[in-house]
């Protein structure tokens, strides 16, 4: 298996080289199977740590929760006490992801295929500097600056449609609601899924451009037809980077959202969820003992959904093998 | 159905570059007219005129006409998209759709615009399609499989199906057997021979022993030197071209002493 085959060597001085180029090969080779067993290590120990040091909450009767926990309501299970952080944690990603993979696909598509091309770096460059600034600085500017904007729109939606679901209840004055971190959100992932898109976009071969243009389609039938296709399972890789970056966003939300505790779809009104990462930021530096093991035992959700996010995707990117361009 | 195309002074640019210069060519209805020459001497770059794809590329220009039985494809009222509906392609290397069936590949061209079909005329113009390209019978209990699970011959003759299922009046080929095995190859030169009943074909080959096996008519493409643009030397009954050219490059070509 570790044995490789060189051709015989002409000279000392060659032969030398050879043995440098196989002992390099042995050592990349280590390398390599050090950094893959790395990861699943790293896994291993996450998920290890956070089911142990969960284990006192999850064990632990409702009396001794409300006991050991600041906030702990009464005659409250740890699976009710966490749902309503489980239910704003997605609620949270979702609004993100379906205010951002529009975007950042029609983003993605003029870069890749409308734009000219001076104009299409520019904009690339652009896209991904908004992935480089902290989220502390979203957090700063969602606050400051988008919800004040946003309110007025926000009341305006309640007040014409708030027979919608998502739209009922009464409007946080101030803006600091789901719906405002759901667009903070959104703008915090447009930079992932766009670049991940267009360069997908990018790959699409031009031999399927070209039969599609072949047949009579326009530019927007030949991104339907060969475009679109080719780049389905990227999009929806580029759009669960995004969703696992709204899923754990902590700073952003912690700054934005007045939190609460519901399951309400509410999104406008202010102080009815929180999301797990947040919560643990928050709750954190106030905490002890089991105090600690009920955040870890949150973090340990968010651990589970995140996984279970990204095999979800993984099986709907496998379902269609056959036809994903791939072979 | 078949159309007679006439191009007259067409000189193809790629920006300041002049790819192919001064072209007459006449291309006779239900007929196929094949296309020799050494290597970039432009007669892929001539043939993607004929139906407006040579424009996809950026800077791409041409002057002079192309017009199909009168009617100037460069006139400023046609749109493009019109003339590839009407003109239908075949590539050198087999692209059928790789995220469709075999069946959606060749509605594909059908269902652009938003054409609705009904459901008994979709199966009824598969059926017909891949009857036309001698392929239904290999695909029949198949239609619902992806198109890139078929053998590179059976693949090409989905792409011809599907260029036959928009009805075009005039097919284009782009040495199609290029990437194909001799068997393969053999299926594409009958089909060729029977498409010709209905449509005008022009075909662009590398292999001279194919042009003269399909063609009727045969034009010779060359060009002086590099960076010189392409030129078509001769053109005349494939019998003539490959037995008495009128040309001496031509003769040298078929004949193997050069390209």
Same mark, same amino acid.
């Given at each position: 298996?570790?044995?490789?085959?060189s051709?015989?060597?002409k000279s000392s001085?060659?032969?030398?080289?050879?043995?440098?180029?196989?002992?390099?090969?042995r050592?990349?080779?280590?390398?390599?199977?050090?950094?893959?067993?790395?990861i699943l290590?790293v896994? !291993?120990? =996450?998920?290890?740590?956070?089911?142990?040091?969960a284990w %006192?909450a $999850? /064990? *632990?009767?409702?009396?001794e929760?409300a006991?050991g926990?600041?906030r702990?309501?009464e005659?409250?299970?740890l699976?009710?006490y966490?749902g309503p952080?489980?239910?704003?944690t997605?609620?949270a990603?979702?609004?993100a992801l379906?205010?951002?993979?529009?975007?950042?696909?029609?983003i993605?598509l003029?870069?890749?295929h409308?734009a000219p091309?001076?104009?299409s770096?520019?904009?690339g460059?652009?896209?991904?500097l908004?992935?480089a600034i902290p989220s502390?600085?979203?957090?700063l500017?969602g606050?400051?600056v988008l919800?004040?904007?946003?309110?007025?729109f926000?009341?305006w939606?309640?007040?014409?449609?708030?027979?919608?679901p998502l739209?009922g209840?009464?409007?946080s004055?101030t803006g600091?609601?789901? !719906?405002t =971190?759901?667009v903070?959100l959104a703008?915090?992932i447009l %930079?992932i $899924? /766009? *670049?991940v898109s267009r360069?997908?976009f990018l790959?699409?071969?031009?031999?399927?451009e070209?039969a599609?243009?072949?047949?009579?389609?326009?530019?927007?039938e030949v991104?339907?037809?060969?475009v679109?296709?080719?780049?389905r399972?990227?999009?929806?890789?580029?759009?669960?980077l995004?969703?696992g970056r709204?899923l754990?966003?902590?700073?952003?939300?912690?700054?934005?959202?007045?939190p609460?505790?519901?399951y309400?779809?509410?999104?406008?009104?202010?102080?009815?969820h929180?999301?797990?990462?947040?919560?643990i930021a928050a709750?954190?530096p106030?905490s002890?003992?089991?105090?600690v093991?009920?955040?870890?035992?949150?973090g340990?959700a968010?651990?589970?959904?995140?996984?279970a996010?990204?095999?979800?995707a993984?099986?709907v990117?496998?379902?269609?093998k056959d036809?994903?361009?791939?072979n | 159905?078949a159309?007679r195309?006439?191009t007259k002074?067409?000189?193809?640019?790629?920006?300041?570059f002049r790819?192919?210069?001064?072209?007459?060519?006449?291309?006779?209805?239900?007929?196929v007219?094949?296309l020799?020459g050494?290597?970039g001497c432009g007669?892929s770059?001539f043939?993607?005129t004929?139906?407006?794809?040579?424009?996809?590329v950026?800077?791409?220009?041409v002057?002079?006409?192309?017009e199909?039985e009168?009617?100037?494809?460069?006139?400023p009222d046609?749109d493009?998209?019109a003339v590839?509906?009407n003109?239908?392609m075949?590539f050198?290397?087999p692209?059928?759709?790789?995220?469709?069936?075999?069946?959606?590949?060749?509605l594909?061209?059908?269902?652009?615009?938003?054409k609705?079909?009904?459901?008994?005329d979709?199966?009824d113009?598969v059926?017909?399609?891949?009857?036309g390209?001698n392929l239904w019978?290999?695909v029949?209990?198949?239609l619902d499989?992806p198109?890139?699970?078929?053998s590179g011959?059976?693949q090409?003759?989905?792409?011809?199906?599907?260029?036959?299922?928009i009805?075009?009046q005039v097919?284009?080929?782009d040495?199609?057997c290029s990437?194909?095995d001799?068997?393969?190859t053999?299926?594409?030169?009958?089909?060729?021979?029977?498409l010709?009943?209905?449509?005008?074909?022009?075909?662009?080959?590398h292999?001279m022993?194919q042009?003269?096996?399909?063609?009727?008519?045969t034009?010779?493409?060359?060009i002086?030197?590099?960076g010189?643009?392409?030129?078509?030397?001769?053109?005349?009954?494939?019998?003539?071209?490959?037995?008495s050219p009128?040309?001496?490059?031509?003769?040298?070509?078929?004949?193997?002493?050069?390209?």
């Open positions: 298996m570790t044995t490789t085959v051709p015989p060597a001085r060659r032969r030398r080289s050879g043995n440098t180029d196989r002992g390099f090969n050592v990349f080779r280590w390398i390599a199977v050090g950094a893959g067993a790395t290590a896994l !291993a120990a =996450v998920a290890l740590f956070l089911i142990s040091e %006192p $999850i /064990t *632990a009767s409702p009396e929760l006991a926990v600041p702990y309501p005659d409250t299970s699976l009710a966490l952080l489980v239910f704003g997605v609620l990603a979702v609004l379906v205010l951002a993979v529009p975007v950042a696909m029609g993605a003029f870069i890749s409308y091309r001076r104009l770096q520019v904009l460059a652009l896209v991904d908004l992935a502390v600085i979203y957090g500017w606050f400051f919800a004040p904007v946003l309110t007025p926000w009341t939606l309640n007040e014409n449609l708030g027979w919608f739209w209840g009464q409007v004055p600091r609601s789901m !719906a =971190v759901g903070v703008i915090m %930079p $899924i /766009t *670049a360069e997908v790959q699409t071969p031009k031999l399927h070209e599609a243009l072949a047949l009579g389609a326009t530019r927007w991104i339907r037809t060969a679109l296709p080719f780049g399972s990227g999009v929806i890789s580029a759009s669960m995004g969703l709204a754990g966003e902590t700073m952003a939300v912690l700054m934005i959202l007045s609460g505790f519901t309400t779809l509410d999104i406008l009104a202010a102080g009815q929180q999301t797990i990462a947040a919560y709750d954190f106030e002890t003992g089991l105090g093991n009920t955040l870890i035992a949150a340990l968010l651990f589970v959904i995140t996984l996010v990204n095999m979800t993984r099986w990117v496998a379902r269609r036809f994903s361009g791939a | 159905m159309q195309i006439d002074d067409l000189n193809i640019y790629y920006g300041d790819a192919v210069e001064d072209v007459n060519m006449t291309i006779e209805p239900k007929s007219t094949a020799i050494p290597s007669k770059t043939l993607r004929l139906n407006r794809m040579h424009e996809v950026p800077g791409a220009r002057e002079g006409t192309v199909m009168g009617v100037d494809l460069y006139g046609v493009p998209v590839r509906k003109v239908g075949v050198q290397r692209n059928p759709f790789p995220t469709m069936s075999i069946r959606d590949n060749v594909a061209g059908v269902k652009l615009n938003n609705r079909i009904s459901k008994s979709a199966d113009l059926e017909s399609s891949l009857h390209a019978n290999e029949k209990d198949r499989r198109g890139s699970g078929l011959g059976q090409q003759r989905l792409c011809i199906a599907r260029a036959i299922a009805k075009p097919l284009l080929m040495e199609p990437a194909l001799p068997i393969s053999i299926a594409i030169e009958d089909l060729i021979g029977e010709k009943q209905e449509y005008t074909i022009v075909i662009v080959t292999n022993q042009a003269a096996r399909v063609s009727d008519r034009g010779f493409f060359n002086a030197g590099t010189k643009p392409g030129r078509l030397i001769e053109m005349d009954d494939t019998a003539t071209i490959f037995s009128a040309e001496k490059a031509t003769e040298d070509y078929v004949s193997g002493r050069f390209g």
